[in-house]
Nanobody, 123 residues
Framework: QVQLVESGGRLVQAGGSLRLSCAAS????????MGWFRQAPGKEREFVAA????????VYADSVKGRFTISRDNAKNTVYLQMNSLKPEDTAVYYC????????????????WGQGTQVTVSS
C-alpha cells in the first residue's frame, strides 16, 4: 500500500500562493492516478484536482479551475498542488489520495490517504 505525506500548508493572505507537496512511498505510485481533496470546517470533504499516472491529463473542481494546478514528478514520487489567487473560501485541510478512479473522481476502496495539511487564507 502506498503511504502519503502532505506538506506545505500554512497561513497566507488572500491573493497569495502556496504549493502543496505529497510525498509517496511504494513502488506502485507512478502507476496511479492521484488526487487532491479538501475539507473545510463543518463541511464534507470535496474533490479538488486529479492527475493521470503519466501526468498527461488533469481534472479540476470548478471552484479552483484557473487558479490551481496539479502536477507530479514520478522520479521523486511526489504530487504537487500549486495554488494561486487564494481566497478565504479555500481555507481547509488538504488531503492527497490515490489511486483515483477516473470515471468517478473518487479514491479506490483499497487506496491511501495522507494525514492532511492545513491551509488558512486570511482576508
Amino acid at each position: 500500500q502506498v503511504q502519503l505525506v502532505e506538506s506545505g500548508g500554512r497561513l497566507v493572505q488572500a491573493g497569495g500562493s502556496l504549493r502543496l507537496s505529497c510525498a509517496a512511498s511504494g513502488r506502485t505510485f507512478s502507476s496511479y492516478a492521484m488526487g487532491w481533496f479538501r475539507q473545510a470546517p463543518g463541511k464534507e470533504r470535496e474533490f479538488v484536482a486529479a492527475i493521470t499516472w503519466r501526468g498527461s491529463s488533469t481534472v479540476y473542481a470548478d471552484s479552483v479551475k484557473g487558479r490551481f494546478t496539479i502536477s507530479r514528478d514520478n522520479a521523486k514520487n511526489t504530487v504537487y498542488l500549486q495554488m494561486n489567487s487564494l481566497k478565504p473560501e479555500d481555507t481547509a485541510v488538504y488531503y492527497c489520495a490515490g489511486p483515483m478512479l477516473w470515471a468517478t473522481m473518487t479514491v479506490a476502496d483499497f487506496g491511501s490517504w495522507g494525514q492532511g495539511t492545513q491551509v488558512t487564507v486570511s482576508s
